[in-house]
């Protein structure tokens, strides 16, 4: 074989696996970019569920503090139904007017834990929303039916949730 046909033959050979490598350079290159993006697809996903959970964890946490904070309440409402049934017993002036210092220091407590009283009056309608019946009577003459007669307990909520119903006496 003479020189210049080898030379030609190693050039198409040279060539030929260039051409080659080329080839598979590309496809080498498209596996590596869908890798990193299914990579990165799957970081996402990872880094938006971690979010979610972020977020879900916070919100049980403070959904527990604020019933833990009612739970508590709660039982403590008695004494302030202790201070109101002493408030009106008290004979003398000077004792009401310590009770009722008492009463409004306990209902700022309260307003801190974002508790507040539920607001019932006699004569308003009733309201099963807000109020427990504990008692009916009979309607007397010019009252209307289904409204408050007498406030037994007082009802306390926090926000919209009710933590303690009004307990009220009826006519009917």
């Given at each position: 074989m003479?020189?210049?046909?080898?030379l030609d033959e190693r050039e198409t050979a040279t060539t030929e696996e260039t051409a080659e490598e080329v080839i598979k350079e590309p496809s080498e290159l498209e596996k590596a970019q869908a890798l990193a993006e299914d990579y990165k697809r799957k970081w996402y996903a990872v880094s938006a569920e971690y979010d979610n959970y972020r977020k879900r964890n916070q919100t049980a946490v403070s959904q527990a503090y604020k019933d833990g904070a009612a739970e508590t309440v709660l039982?403590?409402?008695?004494?302030?139904?202790?201070?109101?049934y002493a408030l009106d017993s008290a004979s003398d002036e000077k004792t009401k007017?310590?009770?009722d210092k008492v009463i409004k220091?306990?209902?700022?407590?309260?307003?801190?834990?974002g508790v507040e009283e539920?607001?019932?009056?006699?004569?308003?309608a009733f309201d099963e929303a807000v109020m427990e019946a504990v008692l009916d009577f009979p309607c007397e003459?010019?009252?209307q039916p289904n409204t408050v007669k007498q406030i037994l307990k007082k009802g306390y909520k926090s926000g919209?949730?009710?933590i303690r119903y009004v307990q009220v006496a009826v006519a009917l």
């Open positions: 003479s020189k210049k046909k080898q039982k403590l409402l008695p004494v302030a139904d202790n201070f109101g007017s310590g009770i220091s306990f209902k700022t407590i309260l307003l801190s834990f539920i607001p019932v009056n006699i004569g308003d003459e010019g009252e919209d949730k009710v």
